[in-house]
């Protein structure tokens, strides 16, 4: 099975992309369903230098509590663009992170289909700059929650 490539020029779909007026307090935001990969996970666990052996070593992961190869708890930040179309109002390029907390309840593991449940808890305007407040909580295929936060962004105007 070949590994679904992600768009790396971040303004390719800014034209279809919600905006500001668009986003609705209490909305879900459209979602797709993502089968994460090993291939994906040690990719991701490269490029931000955890190598780790929980994600790469199988007799290691086995022997382990988790029993088998896990996932890093930050993959939530690969899932979030893995789990939203081109069109979605957070990957807005000129976003920027205000702040988040997360809880993290089980690993994701290789071959896991993941699911987003997300949406806009609210929106308002303070020394003139757009902010979005939202909540996200990622399923695994057993309805497992795997992770749910609440970010702050600052949205581009």
Known sequence: M???????????????????DDIVPGEPRKTIPY?????????????????????????????SPYKGLIAPPAIHILLMFACTPADDWMRSPGTVN?????????????????RLQARALDKFIKKDRLFAVH????????DEVICSGRGWTIRPM
């Open 135 to 142: 909540d996200n909580v990622f399923f695994n295929q057993h």
């Open 35 to 63: 089968t994460l990969t090993l291939d994906a996970i040690q990719k991701y666990c490269r490029v931000v230098g955890d190598m780790h052996p929980l994600y790469f070593d199988e007799e290691y992961a086995r022997n």
């Open 2 to 20: 070949t590994e679904p490539s992600f768009e790396t020029d971040f303004w390719k779909d800014a034209q279809a992309r919600k905006i500001w």
């Open 98 to 114: 205000a702040g988040q907390s997360w809880s993290y309840n089980i690993p994701a593991r290789p071959g896991d289909v993941i």
